[in-house]
């Protein structure tokens, strides 16, 4: 079975400090995502990755940066945590897709939920 | 207009009964489809996928998939309470090849006992 796992479940972090959050996936996977999910609002991408060192953005990378310096991890950074940033955050990955079509699909972590007070 | 589109619900079944779930989507070149169910306070897990214009059916699960339309449907047989949670539509955008997937913003299904 896949495992994406995210290290840390719940945090609390107050306005303006740096806010980590970690990524593993044990499938030797190529791709890989951050999501924030918000009621009404979906999942929206943040940043994504598709090798070793590379990134790109997603919808909604204001705020956000990422780190991939090993295949199997990737780290959403937020620089200066700010209040309209609390949300639940889904890590994911997913095989490098060799055709238009394809049932890659993406497996998902179990979900960090942060508050920033 | 959004990428992907879905009805937010709640869509409300009796138990026994069929749920059908639309989602609509903009970009003509999207080449895979997906359905997702997610448990309140779970991350979402993939039900099936799909790339063919028709129907794909999986157990009480069937996707249909309309390309002129730009449509995709899941329709689940005989629900049971189990089956209430929320149902993501997503899709694999034009023929790159980074895998990125758009998600819509789900379906809340309610199965009443």
């Known amino acids: 079975d896949v495992k994406v796992t995210q290290s840390s479940r719940y945090l609390v972090k107050r306005t303006g400090e740096k806010v980590f959050l970690e990524c593993v996936q044990d499938?030797?996977?190529?791709?890989m995502f951050w999501y924030r999910q918000d009621p009404g609002l979906g999942l929206r991408l943040i940043y994504f990755s598709y090798d070793v060192k590379m990134k790109e953005k997603g919808d909604i990378p204001e705020g956000y940066s990422v780190s991939r310096e090993k295949k199997e991890r990737f780290s959403l950074i937020l620089e200066s945590a700010s209040t309209n940033q609390t949300s639940m955050y889904l890590c994911?990955?997913?095989?490098?897709?060799?055709?238009?079509?394809?049932?890659?699909?993406?497996?998902f972590g179990e979900g960090s939920w942060l508050t920033v007070v | 207009q959004k990428e992907v589109e879905q009805n937010s619900g709640p869509l409300s079944v009796p138990e026994g009964a069929i749920a059908s779930l639309n989602c609509t989507y903009s970009?003509?070149?999207?080449?895979?489809f997906f359905w997702y169910r997610q448990y309140s306070g779970k991350s979402p897990e993939l039900i099936m996928f799909i790339y063919s214009n028709g129907d794909k059916e999986d157990g009480r699960f069937t996707a249909q998939l309309n390309k002129a339309s730009q449509y995709v449907s899941l329709l689940i047989r005989d629900s049971q309470p189990s089956d209430s949670a929320t149902y993501l539509c997503?899709?694999?955008?034009?023929?790159?090849?980074?895998?990125?997937?758009?998600f819509g913003q789900g379906t809340t299904l309610q199965v009443k006992p």
């Open positions: 499938m030797d996977h190529e791709n």
């Open positions: 970009d003509r070149g999207s080449q895979s």
């Open positions: 997503a899709v694999r955008k034009g023929s790159g090849n980074t895998g990125k997937l758009i």
């Open positions: 994911a990955s997913s095989l490098f897709p060799r055709t238009g079509r394809s049932g890659n699909t993406i497996y």
